[in-house]
Every structure is written in structure tokens, then in C-alpha cells.
């Protein structure tokens, strides 16, 4: 903002791309710190941790070593992040592999499950929310408590309803845990996935509904809608050439919060349905205190959720003209 | 005689107002939410048992004295929702009210303060805010170790942010007002102002944020428990009960059903009232 001059030439969007992003990168540096302090104070020495009864002066030597346990914190600290950026984060203390190539199936699942997820709950949000937008009375009345009655439920709970309802006690049409042994594609076997999209879709689907629906609602009252009525144009030609296209950018924005959402939720709804994936690699982790894994997934999953966060600001600079043209930033 | 009935008329007309601010879906929610609350503080004194006792094969289905049957180790799933409750809705209060009100005061401090001092309080939050949210818990839980001391203080620092930026907003019209100035003018020392004439302005931002963070510090809580970073075995708890209890979903469905649909009712209710407050109030019409 104070170095106008250097920056009056770019356009709007490289703008907040230059400062968001050497931004978003600082609030991982910061993260990273966070992390690492929080691991180091775990209680008692790493090493002792690890090999609990096992330990003997020599391995414990060897094990303090290899973590480098000795230096300084800064050092160490140094180390890992220098680990981390180059894409090693070093090796598991539970099982001794290399953390990246066991965490990064899990990353692959995790996306699919997420961006699966978003397609289905996006598509269906936005369509009942036209619906709920158009007609109102008892159908918006519906939808809208519906929705939020479920946004308000925890997304771990929801998840244990879908069970309870579609896999154990009501109907068993589906398999209330999708284990799949490792290195299967979840792919292989879809009806291990209905159940986890089903209940993160439902986790997502309010907050996007709710915005098309009020975006939708507003533009529909605006006075050009008034005009292609006036002028009798059909509902339908109104709808989807005229209101729709307009109320879709706040809509772009909640959408890319949602992915950011989703980061939230997957851990607990993996987790109820044993999910292979980062959210149930995380809590694995913890419980064998597995310090690699834990940094590296945390660290992971809060870059997927800077990256959104930037896109989101992105997408709703691009979509609103106003912003757009004049150049004022999306605070 | 006659001052008795002024009294229950201006209870009643108090009662009505209330329950009309709130409308159909408030008053759904408001039962919703009294109920479930009523069940976690009362029933641990009126169902008799103790939720640590073995009475049962694990998982045996309801019959006669056993109204839920039997949990994962063969105690009465009834008495243990009975005692489960009461830690996750204390918790849960506790960690919202301490969130909002520091996340209130700070907001409000910062537009009043303006400048630099609102500069450097918002960037920070900002910093929070950038990272996900329900993982910073679960980090921080799972590393310091489940006290219920530990767990609140998380939670409550984690609704800081959201608070201090609603409140924030809504607090730079009131900044400006005359009867701050006056109060100024009047030598009012700066928390006094900030307590005393700015915060009770902005009393229904504070309400409707506090019920949307009173089902989110539900949600965080239950799920921490539900995790096993939070209540530990054997303490009977929601959260813990459902995660305890899934295996046995086939065979006795009770101990699960019947914590995860308390919670639901819970924090539907709550995000019910939430709702009904904040369509009310005059932010929702700008």
C-alpha cells in the first residue's frame, strides 16, 4: 500500500497476489515455529519416547542423534524446516519409513475425498439454493431450517448419524468403516467412500446454499430483474441468463472457504470412518507421538488452508467489478 | 396481596416479550437447548447407579432395570449418559463466555483505540485466524496433555478472533457517539468508557456471537473427546461414550444413539436461538 508508485502498474489481481501471498507464506513461517515449539515441549525427551523400554544407552544415543537431539533448538529447528521445504521431512519414530512417502497417499486421499466432496455439495447447494431463492414460502422455509439444523451439528456426530441410519441399525446398505489396506486405491472400492463424502457434503452444503440463496435473493429484487420482468421475459431466461451469473460471486468466494472448512472437518470424519487419509494419519500420529508425522501433516494441511484462503480473496476480487476496476483491495 | 400480583404481571409481560422477540423457531430452539441442559445437570441426582460399576454383559440389549443395556465393558449406558453430560455443557459455557468476552473487549478496544494499536491487534488476529482451526486444538490438547483447564483455555482462545472482528465492526459506529464524548469530556477513564458505555450497546452482537460460539466450543469439545485427546477412560462422557461404544453399533445401538442425539439437540437448539437473535437485531438489516 505505501510503495504505490511500484505497484500502480499491475493489475488488481497481481496486486493481492504480491502482497497475499509473501503474506500467506510469513503465517506458515509463523506456523511452522508454533508447531515445532509445541512439539518440543512435549513431555520428556523424544528419544526416551520412542524407544520407551527398549532403550538402552547405545540406542538412545544413536536415536538422539539421528534427531538431532543435541544441538540447539534453533539448529534443530533449522534442520527440520530445512527438511520440510526440500520435501524430507524425515523418517517416522514409529515405524522408521520415510514420513513423505507414507503421508503422501494419504495427502492423495485426502484431496480426492475433499475435492469429491466439494463437487457434489457445491452443485447441489447452489441448486437448492435457487430453488429455496425462487420459491419462497414453505420450500425456503424447509430448506432453510434444514440446513440450519445441520450446520449446526458436529461434523464427527453427523458422520456417527450416517452410520447409525445407512450402515448399522436402520438400513446396512453400506460399510460403516472404509478400511482399505495400504497402497489400495480408495478407487477400488467406491462404496467405501459413499458414506465420508455423504457426511462432509452435508457439513459443507449450508454455508453454500445459504449464500446462493441470500446472493440470489438480492439480485432477484434489484431494479434490471424488475426491467426483464417488465419487459416479459421468461422466469426461467431471468433466472439463469440474467440473476444467476451475478450472484454467483459471492458464492465463488464461499466456495473456496468451504475447501478451507473441509481442512476442519476431515480430520474427525476420517477418523469415524477410518478414512485413510491425513486427517486419521493425524490422529494416529498423535497417538503413537510420532513428532515427524504430526509436524508434517499439521504443517501440510495448514498450507492447503493459507493456499484457499488466498484463492478465495483471489476469486472474489476477480468476480466483483467494482473491486476489480477501481483497484481497492477485498478487505 | 396487591403487590404479589404486580410482581408475577411484570413476570409474565417479561416472559411474553422474550418468547415473541424470539419467534417460533427461537422458542423450538430455546426448549431444545433447556432440555437436553436440564437432563446433564439433573439426571446424575435423579438416575441412581454409579456409571463405574459392572452390572451387565458388555453390550447387553435393554431389559428390565437396564432402560439403554449395557456399554463396551458391561456398565449401565443409562447412568453413563446420565453423568456424561454435564462436563462437555460446563466446558463448553465456560470457554465461551471467557472467548467472548475477551474477544469483545479487545474488538472494542481497537476501534476505540483506532491506529496502531487496532492495527497491530487486528494483524495478529489475523495471523490466528490463518490457520485451521479444530487442528491448532488438537495439537495444542494432544501435546499439553487432556486437562479440562487446558481444553477450555484452547477453546476460548480460539473463538478470540472471530469475536474481536464482529465486535470490532460493530462497535466503530457506536465509537463515534456523542455520549462517548461526553464521557470523554467528563474525565471517564478508557475501561470504564470501554466497559461501561460502549459494551452495553452492543449487548445483541455479544448474545448472537456467544450462541454461535457455545455450539462451536460444543462441537470442539465433544470431538476432542470423541478423539480421546479429551475426558479420559473411565469418566463417562458424550464424546467419549460414542467412540467407546461404535463397535458395538450392531449389537446394542443405545449408548451411541442416545449421546449423539443429545448433542445434536444441543447445538441445534442453540444455532435455533443464535438464529432467532440474530435476525432480530439491527445489524442483520444493514
Known sequence: MSDKSGMASLSPGSRLLLTRIPLGLMTLLLASVVVFTATQVLPGDAARAVLGRTATPESLAALRAQLNLDSPSSVQYLLWLRGIVTADPGTSLVNGLPVWSSIAPRIANSLALMLITAAISVSLAIVFGVVAAVRRGWVDATLSASALAISAIPPFVLGMIMIILFATTVFRWLPAVSYLRPGVSIWSTPSAIVLPVATLALVVFPYVFRMTRTSLIEVLSSDYIEMARLKGVSMRRIIFRHALPNALAPVAQVIALTLAYLVGGVVAVEYVFGFPGMGQGLVDAINARDIPTIQFIVLALATFYVAVNILADYIALMLTPRLRTTGRQAA | ?286
Open chain 2, 1 to 286: 396481596m396487591s403487590s404479589d400480583t404486580v410482581v408475577t404481571g411484570s413476570g409474565e409481560a417479561k416472559r411474553t416479550g422474550l418468547l415473541t422477540r424470539l419467534g417460533a423457531k427461537g422458542v423450538v430452539g430455546l426448549f431444545c437447548c433447556l432440555s437436553v441442559t436440564a437432563f446433564a445437570v439433573l439426571a446424575p441426582w435423579v438416575i441412581p447407579g454409579s456409571p463405574l460399576d459392572f452390572v451387565a454383559a458388555p453390550f447387553m440389549s435393554p431389559g428390565p432395570g437396564l432402560p439403554l443395556g449395557g456399554d463396551a465393558l458391561g456398565r449401565d449406558a443409562l447412568v453413563r449418559v446420565a453423568h456424561g453430560g454435564y462436563q462437555i455443557l460446563a466446558l463448553s459455557f465456560c470457554a465461551a463466555v471467557i472467548g467472548v468476552l475477551s474477544g469483545a473487549l479487545i474488538g472494542i478496544s481497537a476501534a476505540y483505540a483506532r491506529g496502531l494499536l487496532d492495527n497491530v491487534l487486528m494483524r495478529g488476529l489475523d495471523v490466528v485466524l490463518a490457520f485451521p482451526q479444530t487442528i491448532l486444538a488438537l495439537l495444542f490438547v494432544s501435546i499439553l496433555g487432556p486437562r479440562w483447564w487446558i481444553i477450555m483455555g484452547i477453546v476460548a482462545v480460539i473463538h478470540v478472533p472471530e469475536v474481536a472482528r464482529v465486535v470490532r465492526a460493530a462497535s466503530l459506529r457506536i465509537v463515534g457517539e456523542e455520549f462517548v464524548q461526553f464521557a470523554e469530556m467528563a474525565g471517564t477513564s478508557t475501561p470504564r468508557i470501554i466497559i461501561r458505555e460502549i459494551l452495553p450497546n452492543l449487548l445483541n452482537v455479544v448474545a448472537v456471537e456467544f450462541g454461535l460460539r457455545l455450539t462451536y466450543s460444543i462441537a470442539i469439545i465433544s470431538v476432542l473427546s470423541f478423539l480421546g485427546f479429551g475426558q479420559q477412560p473411565p469418566i463417562p462422557d458424550w464424546g467419549l461414550m460414542i467412540n467407546e461404544n461404535r463397535i458395538g453399533l450392531t449389537v446394542n445401538p443405545w449408548p451411541v444413539l442416545v449421546p449423539v442425539m443429545l448433542i445434536a439437540i444441543l447445538t441445534i437448539g442453540i444455532n435455533l436461538v443464535a438464529d432467532a437473535l440474530l435476525q432480530r437485531s439491527p445489524i442483520e438489516k444493514e
